[in-house]
């Protein structure tokens, strides 16, 4: 049966959260690397994960600018600048830095370059694979979150109880109430519960794919200069 996918990161690697279609028993699993997800769900029909992939090749990329834009204020900040293509092979902050400030003027700042190796396990996979990247979708939670909420932000954090309190109501809307407490029981295999709600949202958005119902900032999507895709869906 087909399977529906939804990836987040944890302090363990990755959290995935699937279902297959038409069931009401959610499987949530800690993953070390990307090839383990992939291999994990081999019949999975959309795989929604919380990262960037397709990458600019300098400035700012619009799904990223337009997505802020959707949550404005505070959950705005949630969507980290994503690293551009040339800075995926720096060892260093410092190095990526130079060579970004090469290309378009700007430092990396701490929190983009956290990023950059988790970036750099995904894009290396799906160019080794491009079967695999057809069916590997950009999501991020907090607009996953928006969309569920009625096209409307969250004003709570995700860490903090009330955050979590409406985050997994909205997902109990969507899913079931057994399902969010089952998932969440999961928590304790490696991710935090704001990771598992975070791949939830992502599931949501990959049912939302697979359906045909789901939506991406920008629309239509633009393609980075290696054929990957830089839109987050919805």
């Not at 690697?13 to 297959?20: R, Y």
């Not at 979708?137 to 409307?152: I, K, M, T």
């Not at 935090?192 to 239509?220: E, K």
């Amino acid at each position: 049966m087909a399977r529906l996918v939804g990836v987040d990161g944890c302090p363990k690697g990755w959290v995935a959260a699937s279902l297959g279609e038409g069931q009401a028993v959610l499987g949530v699993c800690v993953h070390r690397h990307v090839a383990e997800v992939l291999a994990a769900y081999p019949e999975a029909v959309a795989i929604a994960v919380d990262i960037p992939l397709g990458l600019s090749e300098s400035g700012d990329r619009a799904c990223d600018r337009q997505a802020r834009a959707l949550l404005g204020r505070p959950r705005a900040s949630s969507v980290f600048p994503a690293p551009i293509r040339p800075v995926l092979s720096a060892p260093t902050r410092e190095q990526a830095s130079r060579l970004q400030r090469a290309v378009d003027g700007r430092g990396v700042g701490a929190q983009a370059f956290a990023l950059v190796a988790r970036v750099r396990e995904w894009d290396t996979v799906l160019r080794q694979h491009p079967s695999a990247a057809q069916r590997v979708f950009e999501a991020h939670p907090e607009v996953s979150f928006w969309a569920l909420n009625g096209q409307r932000a969250l004003a709570a954090s995700k860490r903090t109880p009330a955050g979590q309190a409406v985050r997994c109501r909205l997902l109990a809307h969507a899913f079931g109430h057994q399902v969010v407490e089952t998932a969440l029981a999961a928590a304790a295999l490696g991710a935090q519960p704001d990771d598992v709600l975070d791949a939830m949202a992502c599931l949501w958005t990959a049912r939302r794919i697979a359906q045909g119902m789901a939506r991406s900032v920008p629309a239509p999507p633009e393609q980075d200069g290696t054929g990957l895709t830089m839109a987050i869906w919805y």
